[in-house]
């Protein structure tokens, strides 16, 4: 089945302690995307990447490191989480993007989310 | 900048009744995709449709359909016959063909709850 996923689902942590999210996609896309969804904020972009060891800044890409050595995978890195930074991630891939190579394939589809809590 | 706003923030209506979610942008690119997506009580985002802005024609798909109107900067999507499964949150989204990394604009969301 063709898929984003993305761990872990659910996480409670301290100020301070650096976690990581992981997020795999199963089709081959180029472009990968982490999104944060925050009430009254909507969803806003923290870093992409193009493409193996190509990526970028988005909106908010402030507290937040990403790394993408394998096409498949686009982890999330909080090195010292803070309060500011609980909200719902989610990551999402698409196989090419709005004037890419190869063509115009910019849906993108989305992970189930992780829910991040710091306390 | 890119700009998608969705006026109705939340909407409730009987089983069976139709119902238009209105959608509206803004953009400088004279290439650019418009998208909706759902997003039911249990989180998830689910891609709904894209249309790109050279594209007018409209889609039905199912109970779903949407109108694209260039001329006045709009996108809704109308559901025919709405289900209780329908209740959801609904997203219209924005994409310039001169947007790094493919960066979505998201308009703020429209609650659609579908009352049995």
């Known amino acids: 089945e063709a898929q984003v996923t993305q761990n872990p689902r659910y996480l409670i942590t301290v100020t301070g302690k650096k976690l990581t999210v992981t997020c795999s996609q199963n089709?081959?896309?180029?472009?990968m995307s982490w999104y944060r969804q925050d009430p009254g904020l909507g969803l806003r972009q923290i870093y992409y990447s193009m493409n193996v060891e190509v990526t970028d800044k988005g909106d908010v890409p402030e507290g937040y490191k990403v790394s993408r050595k394998e096409k498949r995978n686009f982890p999330l890195i909080l090195e010292s989480p803070s309060p500011n930074q609980t909200s719902l991630y989610f990551c999402a891939s698409s196989l090419g993007g709005a004037g890419g190579r190869i063509g115009p394939r910019p849906e993108q589809f989305f992970g189930p989310g992780t829910r991040l809590t710091v306390l | 900048a890119q700009k998608v706003t969705q006026a109705q923030t939340e909407i409730s209506v009987v089983e069976k009744e139709d119902v238009t979610l209105d959608c509206v942008y803004e953009?400088?690119?004279?290439?650019?995709?418009l998208f909706w997506y759902k997003q039911p009580p249990s989180g998830e985002l689910v891609f709904l449709i894209r249309?790109?802005?050279?594209?007018?024609q409209n889609e039905i798909s199912g109970r779903y359909s949407w109108n694209f109107q260039k001329s006045t900067s709009s996108f809704n999507f109308t559901i025919t016959a709405s289900q209780v499964v329908d209740s959801a949150v609904y997203f219209c989204a924005l994409s310039g063909i001169n947007n790094a990394g493919n960066m979505l604009t998201f308009g703020g969301g429209t609650r659609l709850m579908v009352k049995p």
């Open positions: 953009t400088r690119d004279t290439t650019y995709y």
């Open positions: 089709m081959n896309h180029e472009y």
């Open positions: 249309r790109n802005s050279f594209d007018e």
